[in-house]
């Protein structure tokens, strides 16, 4: 039974449900097709979810969101990347940073040509080539000068905020453009007898919603995707072991850096993300070597300033949802999976889903090549991720506790075996179209880790010294110069988008 797809219905809100109502909104605005929202107060949301990456500048700009006033309504804060902390060993730091590390230079990426660099006794780190790690590392953050003619690539960014606030300023601008909210908790879901698709839901007060398209926004329960359709779960524990997490929010410091912090703690690590208004902190942890009482208290001997509630926990099992769209629901946020927030790609995965749903939107009714397509592109996608935060994990010197020497022994996936290989001995980067992570970034990881490839690209040695030289020269003072143009991060907020205070109780 063929049906004509016009009503869509959004179980849950939060970030994910209301990411998923503005943007079909946007796109469905003066068509004939409906949006209805439904969500519980009572229930409310996970929330943890506060740092981004600059996928979310594309998704904003696309559902007209207006930068300025999105970061005054979400307290948000600029992210230029993400320092690790003790990842490597104690006492060690790196940079993961958006955006690139000097130019491409004869067909090849910048790192070969640093390799060759080192290799001849040059000592300039290839931080020095990246202006989102030299503007990060001061505090900075701004726009190039009309004038600015340098080659080196401008900075690359996302943002922290309020996942709450971001939450509440969709929902404004979603029921501005015709949504319609329904408040109350979903008790019985209703199955098409003919092919068991969803035909309505029913809500504590009796009230039925009928569909023709569901989306699943309900967390991890997965209530639609999981529970009624039973679309099963692939568990990644073997892979990536943290299954706790304690999340609290303190007082902000004197000065918003901007970037997030992640610290490699005795079980698993720890999160700090600044806002306007406030410091987002977090402690995720494997419950095999750590109880929830001793990770709540060490995160709060760990905090920048005063805590602003007691620590709030959440258990979760790293995977994903082996269908991500089963007949007539497609399941987005935690109701499609959990890759921990390690690398900020939570709300990532909502819009990449957003994106292909509304490129490869049912019309007329359900085909399942279509269906097949979009979850073969989810896993892979999600696969890909997961090798990258184990990564993080995997290659490391640290063996100082229980929770560490068990790291090391973790199994890698195949697919993250064949990137380490071809980088030790090479230092090739081999990515596929359309891969979330790019050279730059695997590059950036794998040497904060630690290994150093034994060899470069042949075609790095196609120019000479004296002009490799010269170009470096050239390339490092254009990033210093660059950077000295940009104010202080927190002067450049205050300048253009501060927040307006937050009433206490809401704060």
Known sequence: MQTKVRKIVIVGGGTAGWMAAAAFAKAMAGSEFSIELVESEEIGTVGVGE????????????????????????????????????????????????????????????????????AQGGTLPYDAFCSNIVAARAGKFGRPLPDDRTPVPHLAYAYHFDAGLYAAFLRKFSE??????????????????????????????????????????????????????????????EFLPCDRAMAVPCERIAATTPYTRSTAREAGWQWRIPLQHRTGNGYVYCSQFMSDDEAASLLLTRL?????????PLKFVTGRRKEVWKKNCVALGLASGFLEPLESTSIHLVLASIQRLLFMFPGDGFDQATIDKFNALVRVETEEIRD????????????????????????KPDTLKQKLAMFERSANI????????????WFAVLMGQ???????????????????????????????KRVQTYPMHDDFIRTHCAAPPMPDRMA
């Open 304 to 312: 920048d300033g005063k805590a602003l509630n007691t620590p709030r």
């Open 450 to 480: 630690g290994p150093f490839p034994k060899s470069y690209h042949p075609f790095a040695n196609n120019i000479s010294g004296a002009e490799l030289a010269r170009r470096f020269d050239l390339m490092s003072s254009d990033v210093q």
């Open 388 to 411: 990258f935060l184990v990564l993080h994990y995997t290659v490391t010197e640290r063996n100082d506790t229980p929770f560490w020497r068990h790291c090391q022994a973790i199994g």
């Open 430 to 441: 081999v990515i596929s179209v359309g891969e979330l992570f790019r050279e730059p970034s």
């Open 176 to 237: 501005a453009l015709g949504v319609q909210r329904h408040e109350g908790k979903v008790v019985d879901v209703q199955l098409r007898a003919t092919d068991g698709f969803i035909e309505s839901i029913k809500l504590q007060d009796g009230r039925v919603i009928a569909g023709d398209f569901f989306i699943d926004c309900s967390g991890f329960r997965g209530l639609l995707i999981e529970q009624t359709l039973k679309a099963g779960y692939e568990d990644w524990s």
């Open 51 to 118: 740092a981004t990456i600059p996928s979310i500048l594309e998704f904003n700009r696309a559902t007209g969101l207006d930068e300025v006033e999105f970061i005054r309504a979400t307290q948000a804060s600029f992210k230029l990347g993400i320092e690790f902390v003790d990842w490597r060993c104690q006492g060690h730091a790196y940079m993961h940073p958006f955006g690139y590390y000097g130019v491409q230079m004869e067909g090849i990426y910048f790192h070969h040509f640093w390799l060759r660099h080192c």
